[in-house]
Antibody, heavy 119, light 112 residues
Framework: QVQVVESGGGVVQPGRSLRLSCAAS????????MHWVRQAPGKGLEWVAV????????YYADSVKGRFTISRDNSKNTVFLQMNSLRAEDTAVYYC????????????WGQGTLVTVSS | DIVMTQTPLSSPVTLGQPASISCRSS???????????LSWLQQRPGQPPRLLIY???NRFSGVPDRFSGSGAGTDFTLKISRVEAEDVGIYYC?????????FGQGTKVEIK
């Protein structure tokens, strides 16, 4: 069955960096786009970034553009989110999700990993 | 960016009765390829989101047929024909016609 599992969250000071990982299984990883979506405590969902197939096509939310970088390693069935220059407003649960091929929507989601930006 | 506006923000419903959630986009969601990339997701308390409906009206695998989606252009609706206890949660519409993808604020469905 399709599974995605996030890791790498934690507490980090403002201005520092953190890298999240998402390990996927149960499907042909290299054939699917992968998303990061976040949810601040008690708030709604915010789409963060997507990376497609071979890894060249990537798109970002305006709020993270220039600070966050999405990447993937198809040999390890893993997608990453490198987060630099972190701010308090980046505090959220970060979800990894598979793209429903051709339908442009995340279908299978992980349980999320909490990132807290605080001094 | 496309702004997604949901109404109501809260919907108390009696078990077995219908529920309806509206979602309006700030511009048409019809893509140049002819598709409309409007989806609905459910988030039960303490759980990650779950895909219910994609491209306006297509139910995702395993989603009960009491959930249905409709609409066109800028106005969309999610209907639950008979609300069950397991339907409690927050429902989000999401557009993927234009980057950045955007979500509605969420509608909380609760039992009266």
């Amino acid at each position: 069955q399709v599974q995605v599992v996030e890791s790498g969250g934690g507490v980090v000071q403002p201005g520092r960096s953190l890298r999240l990982s998402c390990a996927a299984s149960g499907f042909t990883f290299s054939s699917y786009g992968m998303h990061w979506v976040r949810q601040a405590p008690g708030k709604g969902l915010e789409w963060v970034a997507v990376i497609y197939y071979g890894g060249r096509n990537k798109y970002y939310a305006d709020s993270v553009k220039g600070r966050f970088t999405i990447s993937r390693d198809n040999s390890k069935n893993t997608v990453f989110l490198q987060m630099n220059s972190l701010r308090a407003e980046d505090t959220a649960v970060y979800y990894c999700a598979r793209d429903y091929d051709g339908n442009w929507v995340p279908d299978y989601w992980g349980q999320g990993t909490l990132v807290t930006v605080s001094s | 960016d496309i702004v997604m506006t949901q109404t109501p923000l809260s919907s108390p419903v009696t078990l077995g009765q219908p529920a309806s959630i509206s979602c309006r986009s700030s511009q048409s969601l019809v893509h140049s390829d002819g598709n409309t990339y409007l989806s609905w997701l459910q988030q039960r308390p303490g759980q990650p989101p779950r895909l219910l409906i994609y491209k306006i009206s297509n139910r995702f695998s395993g989603v009960p047929d009491r959930f249905s989606g409709s609409g066109a252009g800028t106005d969309f609706t999610l209907k639950i024909s008979r609300v069950e206890a397991e339907d409690v949660g927050i429902y989000y519409c999401m557009q993927a016609t234009q980057f950045p993808w955007t979500f509605g604020q969420g509608t909380k469905v609760e039992i009266k």
